[in-house]
């Protein structure tokens, strides 16, 4: 039976409707914070021994007890006295009371709401559902606290439920294999973030990971040896289904073939030969929609997956198509012909129609790629966005379900802020774009060469109003966005931030003398521009927004982690912690946004879902950190890279590429690949340096700023041997140079500054020029501690 999602979001409307929406988020260690939170007494504990007690009423959740109890053995180091039988009598300090059983299975809109209420003699989670009580006892789990005196749980009223139904991660094992313990251990941090759905990416040009029992040669040619055989993704799917997860597997036609052409060439639009794909980006083979062969080989793979899958969608991927093979066949286009179909979208369409009726015969919903949409299409598929909040606005405006992915590219190396500002449901410009009587208004175009592709061409205008600069950018086939934290000098110099598809984008630029220069900053990679004034503000397309009831359509959002530059020895490196921010944005409600809030519970859950989950993301850094070292004394390593981050946007798959290692044999062994997404010290610089700029005299921040810099200067001469040893780490030296060196600089402009002293314009050139030549990609990563000095020496007069 399919499930529709109305019930759970309708109950969603209610209750924010009656709450009037969430306050912000407060300090308890909760991520994702909850719907409603009321600390019923701030000085009150619910004080836990290990003699603790958890019972459950209303439902099968007897074997989950054992589950809970062990990680509260791992929170506390305790060793709990004896779980007491059911039967046994007396009072248990956790009760879980749920009030319906349900099936076993998952669905799209079962029901997670919970309420927790802790009182000095215990707590008593009650759900509608097993599937609340779990994630009721996520947010118990993460309420657990130490004191001076005690091990504790805060006395709270909670009631909570997601605002989104859909809240996935998509694993893609076809890049790089996982091995299934891997992608049980990320089930476990899912189900500790409240995320509900593995979209398991399971076929693609480098590799089918799927054991067919129709279509054998694919897992025989086209696998490398590394596929899931039928038992193992049967115990993939039951160990999700027992943290309340659905699997929604994901074959990818008509493109993205390479490996099934490997297999069953004769399914293909051209006839090969076809060996294996090695290398990364999208290729040409693609399956033949005129070939019945085709829809027999799909529905045989479909009725494989229905058994392994109870889940009622299925994703057949649909992104990408390479349209070469469709042109340059004269029976393909003799088929079009002879069926009236106008092109190849058209044709890609048909396929997609041929494709759903098989899946409909499977008791099985579609989900696809952006590229699926077409007017053609009933309305009971699934759009998932990579092309962003305009697309998965206009196809839920014209009716069709969607989730959004854009913004939430966890195989980027994007900051926290950057997911957590991105909202699910597509949003209005947000700026007043008119050009009132007495303000001013300037407009420039801009063209960005990147690495691989296409240069990123548009145009900006700011606007001097009364109450200061707004504005508003427009890329090139693109809508509208507004521009925020805009500084416009008197000479020329003008930087403003905007969040778009490439990340977190913020435009240094020279206006001057009819030219513009200056750099995008994408993260942290600096990308050089040019451009030229416009005579008149150009007109723009304004983001596409859905009214009340397209809005409905909109399910949900993945996280997604596409793997080229991600194997199973760096995953949780790349998945964690920031998997809790997603998470925190498809369930929390909309006005939970205070970023400086976030990264401080973010911290407290990322050391929790280490302990309390067994996520590896520190082990996984402080092994591959131990390789590199040679040496199991890491501390030189370790505080000399809290300075760097890797090359934010693509900019590292693009300096791959153009080295031609853009492929599946390229190593991922350097330093980058054991760093966190985000420096969590340089952050905190910048935080600290802004409020010693604000008032030279903070002498905290002053302090902080010290202290870190003299660290950094000492990691910098600590860390050299470390990286003369290591042919891998060579490249580096130049870095550790400029760290040094940058360090014992910012150390003298901090004393400028409190001091109220100046720098003359030579010295800020040379100042400047260091910190510009220190800004650029070396091996693949960035020495970001560039950005907070820059605030540091702009502050110097």
């Known amino acids: 039976?399919?499930?529709?999602?109305?019930?759970?979001?309708?109950?969603?409307?209610?209750f924010l409707t009656a709450s009037a929406l969430a306050a912000p988020a407060g300090n308890l260690p909760l991520m994702p914070w909850p719907q409603q939170v009321e600390v019923t007494s701030p000085a009150g504990k619910f004080v836990l021994t290990d003699a603790l007690q958890i019972q459950v009423s209303g439902d099968q959740l007897m074997?989950?007890?054992?589950?809970?109890?062990?990680?509260?053995?791992?929170?506390?180091?305790?060793?709990?006295?004896?779980?007491?039988?059911?039967?046994?009598?007396?009072?248990?300090?956790?009760?879980?009371?749920?009030?319906?059983?349900?099936?076993?299975?998952?669905?799209?809109?079962?029901?997670?709401?919970?309420?927790?209420?802790?009182?000095?003699?215990?707590?008593?989670?009650?759900?509608?559902?097993?599937?609340?009580?779990?994630?009721?006892?996520?947010?118990?789990?993460?309420?657990?606290?130490?004191?001076?005196?005690?091990?504790?749980?805060?006395?709270?009223?909670?009631?909570?439920?997601?605002?989104?139904?859909?809240?996935?991660?998509?694993?893609?094992?076809?890049?790089?294999?996982?091995?299934?313990?891997?992608?049980?251990?990320?089930?476990?941090?899912?189900?500790?973030?409240?995320?509900?759905?593995?979209?398991?990416?399971?076929?693609?040009d480098q590799g089918w990971r799927f054991e067919s029992q129709k279509y054998p040669k694919l897992q025989a040619l086209a696998s490398d040896g590394q596929f899931y055989?039928?038992?193992?993704?049967?115990?993939?799917?039951a160990y999700a289904t027992k943290l309340g997860i659905r699997v929604v597997p994901e074959i990818d036609m008509p493109g993205h073939a390479s490996a099934i052409a490997v297999a069953y060439p004769e399914l293909l639009s051209a006839p090969g030969p076809y060996k294996m794909e090695r290398s990364w980006g999208v290729h040409e083979p693609t399956l033949d929609p005129g070939n019945e062969k085709v829809y027999a080989f799909a529905d045989a793979l479909v009725g494989e997956l229905t058994q392994i899958f109870p889940d009622p969608y299925l994703h057949i991927g649909g992104d990408e198509v390479d349209a070469t093979q469709w042109k340059n066949s004269q029976p393909i286009q003799a088929f079009m012909k002879e069926k009236g179909i106008a092109d190849t979208h058209a044709l890609q369409a048909y396929f997609n129609t041929r494709l759903q009726a098989i899946l409909h015969q499977h008791q099985r919903k579609m989900v696809g790629w952006d590229e699926i949409f077409h007017p053609d299409l009933p309305h009971d598929i699934v759009i998932q966005s990579w092309q962003g909040p305009d697309s998965l606005g206009a196809s839920a405006q014209k009716g069709y379900q969607g989730i959004l992915s854009t913004g939430f590219y966890l195989d980027q190396p994007h900051s926290s802020a950057y997911h957590y500002r991105n909202e699910i449901l597509p949003q209005p410009l947000g700026v007043d774009q008119n050009v009132a009587d007495g303000e001013k208004a300037q407009s420039w175009t801009f063209t960005m060469p990147r690495l691989k592709g296409k240069p990123v061409d548009g145009s900006f205008t700011l606007i001097e109003g009364k109450n200061g600069w707004r504005g508003f950018i427009d890329f090139k086939g693109k809508t509208r966005r507004a521009v925020r934290d805009v500084v416009v000098k008197d000479d020329g110099n003008v930087r403003f931030a905007v969040d778009t598809w490439m990340g977190d984008t913020q435009p240094v630029l020279t206006l001057k003398d009819g030219k513009l220069g200056g750099y995008f900053i994408i993260g942290n990679a600096r990308y050089p521009v040019t451009g030229s004034p416009l005579s008149a503000v150009p007109d723009g397309q304004p983001p596409v927004v859905p009214d009340v009831a397209g809005m409905k359509n909109?399910?949900?959002g993945e996280a997604a982690l596409w793997q080229e530059n991600i194997t199973s020895q760096i995953l949780d490196i790349k998945l964690w912690p920031r998997g809790f921010v997603v998470a925190e944005r498809l369930w929390s409600a909309q006005d939970v946004k205070d970023t400086g809030n976030m990264y401080q519970r973010l911290a407290k859950i990322d050391a929790w879902s280490v302990v309390s989950a067994?996520?590896?993301q520190h082990a996984e850094t402080a092994r591959l950190m131990t390789r590199l070292s040679n040496s199991a004394d890491i501390a030189p390593l370790l505080s000399f890279s809290t300075a760097l981050e890797p090359a934010q946007y693509y900019t590292r798959q693009h300096i791959k590429f153009q080295a031609g290692h853009y492929t599946q044999a390229e190593p991922l062994n350097r330093l980058a690949d054991a760093l966190p997404a985000e420096s969590n010290a340089v952050r905190e610089l910048g935080t600290h340096v802004s409020a010693l700029v604000q008032d030279p005299q903070n002498a905290q921040a002053a302090q902080a700023v010290r202290s870190q810099l003299e660290s950094w200067q000492r990691s910098a001469e600590q860390v050299k041997p470390v990286l003369a040893q290591n042919y891998v780490l060579k490249p580096l030296q130049p870095v550790a140079q400029q760290l040094g060196a940058l360090s014992a600089n910012g150390l003298i402009w901090l004393e400028k500054l409190q001091k109220g002293e100046t720098l003359n314009a030579q010295e800020r050139q040379q100042a400047q020029s260091q910190l510009d030549d220190a800004a650029k990609v070396q091996d693949e990563v960035v020495l970001v501690v560039v950005y907070p000095l820059e605030k540091l020496l702009a502050g110097v007069k």
Do not use: C
């Open 1 to 14: 039976m399919l499930l529709p999602f109305r019930r759970t979001l309708l109950a969603t409307s209610l």
């Open 229 to 237: 055989t039928v038992a193992q993704m049967k115990e993939v799917v």
């Open 63 to 204: 074997p989950e007890v054992n589950r809970w109890r062990e990680r509260l053995a791992r929170q506390t180091g305790w060793y709990l006295l004896p779980q007491a039988q059911e039967n046994a009598g007396g009072q248990a300090a956790v009760n879980i009371i749920i009030k319906q059983k349900v099936a076993e299975q998952p669905e799209p809109d079962s029901d997670e709401s919970y309420q927790l209420t802790v009182t000095p003699q215990g707590a008593t989670l009650t759900a509608n559902t097993r599937f609340g009580a779990m994630r009721g006892m996520e947010t118990l789990l993460q309420l657990v606290q130490n004191d001076g005196e005690n091990t504790f749980i805060p006395l709270v009223s909670i009631h909570d439920l997601p605002r989104f139904a859909w809240r996935g991660v998509l694993l893609d094992s076809a890049r790089h294999f996982l091995p299934v313990p891997d992608i049980k251990r990320q089930l476990d941090g899912m189900a500790a973030a409240k995320l509900n759905v593995l979209h398991w990416h399971l076929s693609d």
């Open 554 to 556: 909109i399910l949900g």
């Open 614 to 616: 067994g996520l590896q």
